[in-house]
């Protein structure tokens, strides 16, 4: 054989090896194309992953000390140290259940139920390693940044029964509630549920965190009953100088909450952060004026109050609403919840002890519809999903109010009354005449 023979020969022999490696090509073709349009995996964000840090410590800080300090001035000097038992043993609580299970409930996969809750596939944090990511943060960090709302959340409902209810009662509804109430809401919103594939709008914890809260007390107030003398013995706030310090801790802490739920050190945190501050300082001044006109004084409780009022009312549409907006939100909040806490406990008849509905319920509510309002562009806001108006929005924003209201309603009532069958709810009459600090934690708040 010719020289030129045999490369006309190999040349037969490679053309065939490549016909034949052609179906391998073309079957892998389509995985290859989806390879490419594919996103890059995650990386780490050191600079998200630091501000997210710092919103974890702020959130934490809102409670212990922050709520701590902002309901315990509130109460009378006989039940302050019950108040701040109260937060830190939810704290504790709720600390190793989110572990344990809320977590994986609200965050993990459901499967074919995930429409409704999570699965336990990450129960015990299972797979929550040092490599693990959640976008561009540790998923550790997310986990623990999450855990902090979860903890904020029933801590924030004390406020409407502080003063009566039996500590052991308080530990078993707030185990109870965080599992059926407090994880399946989490999980509708922020964990891929319904209400989240629906596009409702909750950027940091309207329904989630406050209308769940303020339902959850006013149900409870209700259900516990009224204080021994309510209302007719005046019942002030022990130490207004602990109020101030604990409010001004929350707006501090909310930058946190608000801000840090864009979970990325970004222009939406930079906004989020700027319309809290802006809703907050108007609500507060709205509640001052209020006040003010209709007693002649204004007070240092109510302008702190307000300016909690804002706080909350901000919360839903902070990562969707422009200053304008913010200033709208807070006007209109600061009104709302002076008269919720006020006109409308009066007129109910209820005993919401330190307003947790007043505010956190009626700010909630009024924050979250007011998000699908002023979203809008026109407003200065983010817009709404393609194919979503105004109306639409306000009808999804109404749906995330009302299914919160109604769910929560029902099962934090039923909760009440398993525990009350179990332990009884209410302290006896005799330790709530002597109060709370002694006759359950055998200590005084003060040594006077």
């Known amino acids: 054989m010719t020289s030129t023979q045999g490369m006309e020969h190999n040349g037969e ?211 516990v009953g009224k204080r021994k003398g309510f209302p007719n013995v005046a019942m002030p706030p022990h130490n207004l100088p602990l109020v101030v310090i604990g409010g001004g801790m929350l707006w501090v802490g909310w930058f946190g909450f608000n801000a840090g739920s864009a979970v990325a050190a970004d222009g939406a945190a930079g906004m989020a952060m700027v319309v809290t501050q802006i809703a907050t300082g108007m609500a507060a001044l709205a509640w001052m004026v209020l006040e003010w006109m209709k007693h002649g004084k204004p007070s240092a409780l109510g302008m702190v109050t307000g300016a909690v009022a804002g706080l909350v009312a901000i919360t839903p549409g902070s990562g969707f609403v422009g200053p304008v907006g913010a200033l709208a939100i807070g006007l209109i909040a600061g009104i709302a919840c002076f008269l919720g806490a006020t006109t409308l406990k009066r007129a109910m008849g209820y005993d919401d002890s330190l307003d947790a509905f007043g505010v956190h319920g009626v700010g909630g509510i009024v924050g979250a519809l007011l998000t699908g309002v002023f979203a809008s562009p026109a407003f200065g806001g983010k817009g709404y999903a393609e194919g979503v108006d105004m109306m639409k929005q306000l009808f999804l924003q109404v749906e995330g109010v009302a299914v919160t209201v109604i769910y929560c309603a029902i099962v934090s009532f039923i909760l009440l009354k398993i525990v009350d069958a179990i332990v009884g709810l209410r302290a006896a009459e005799e330790d709530e005449e002597m109060g709370l600090d002694l006759s359950l934690h055998g200590e005084r708040g003060y040594n006077l």
């Not at 501000?51 to 902002?70: D, H, K, N």
């Open 13 to 223: 022999r490679n053309v065939k090896k490549i016909l034949g490696l052609l179906p391998l090509v073309l079957s892998l073709a389509p995985a290859l194309a989806m390879a490419a349009d594919a996103p890059p995996p995650p990386k780490l964000d050191s600079g998200n992953t630091a501000w997210m840090l710092t919103s974890t410590a702020l959130v934490l800080m809102m409670t212990i000390p922050g709520l701590s300090l902002f309901y315990g001035g509130m109460v009378r000097s006989k039940n302050a140290l019950s108040v701040f038992m109260q937060c830190f043993a939810i704290t504790a609580l709720v600390t190793v259940l989110w572990t344990v299970y809320g977590y994986s409930l609200a965050f993990g996969d459901g499967g074919d139920l995930n429409k409704w809750i999570g699965g336990l596939n990450k129960a015990f944090l299972a797979g929550v390693g040092i490599e693990a990511l959640n976008m561009t943060i540790p998923e550790t960090v997310f986990v623990t940044f999450q855990m902090t709302f979860a903890i904020i959340t029933p801590a924030l409902v004390v406020g409407a029964f502080a003063e009566r209810m039996k500590f052991s009662a308080l530990m078993l509804f707030m185990a109870a509630w965080l599992t059926l109430v407090y994880v399946p809401v989490c999980h509708w919103v922020w964990g891929g549920g319904f209400m989240m594939t629906d596009g409702v709008m909750d950027f940091a914890g309207g329904t989630v965190v406050h209308i769940n809260a303020g339902v959850a007390g006013l149900v409870a107030a209700i259900v």
